[in-house]
């Protein structure tokens, strides 16, 4: 008893596809013109206006300063504080040369320099920064000239020709089968 060989052959489906690219051809001649042109002439000096803005001691006030000012005025707390540093010191050692054999004058003196310092609030306007504006001055004449034109316009025209695609089936797809005996066909 021979064997029955099923066939089967199988194609694909192939597009043909076709572009045409879109034209477009402006077309506009120039317009033209005719005139008679005397450029204007300015014979102006202008000073600028300026504004000279110092807010130096308003930045003071909130503690904004310039690197000059700053080290002035730490100069200046450094010197208070080690002239009172100093003072301190000396009155310290009055003290404990005095009175240190008979109290406890060092634990007075330690107690009181552990003691948090005494911060103060002040509350004081902010001034004003000094703006001085010194307004611009124009000197001078100005000849406006002469300008006549007389234009043509030109007239634009637009050809146009829009894209194109043709899609066409070179091949459609498709399923054959069939049946030997025996033997597979070669034709699958």
């Not at 690219?21 to 450029?39: L, R, T, V, W």
């Not at 300015?42 to 000073?47: D, M």
């Not at 690197?67 to 009155?91: N, V, W």
């Not at 007075?108 to 002040?122: E, F, G, H, T, V």
């Amino acid at each position: 008893m021979s064997m029955l060989c099923l066939n089967i052959r199988s194609s694909n489906l192939i597009l043909n596809m076709k572009s045409f690219q879109g034209k477009a051809d402006p077309n506009m001649p120039e317009p033209s013109g005719q005139g008679k042109y005397i450029a204007p002439s300015c014979n102006l000096k202008v000073t600028p206006a300026t504004v000279k803005i110092d807010s130096t001691a308003s930045r003071e006030v909130v503690g904004l300063y310039t690197d000059s000012a700053f080290s002035k005025k730490m100069a200046e707390r450094g010197e208070k504080a080690l002239s009172a540093g100093i003072a301190r010191r000396m009155q310290e050692g009055r003290e404990v040369m005095e009175n240190g054999a008979l109290t406890d004058a060092l634990g007075d003196i330690s107690r009181r320099n552990m003691l948090p310092k005494q911060k103060q609030l002040a509350i004081v306007s902010m001034p004003a920064p000094k703006i001085t504006v010194t307004p611009a001055h124009i000197e001078g004449t100005i000849d406006p000239g002469i300008s006549q034109i007389k234009l043509t316009a030109g007239k634009y025209k637009l050809d146009f020709e829009p894209a194109k695609v043709d899609i066409s089936v070179k091949q459609y797809a498709s399923i054959k089968m069939w049946v030997t005996q025996g033997h597979c066909d070669t034709y699958a």
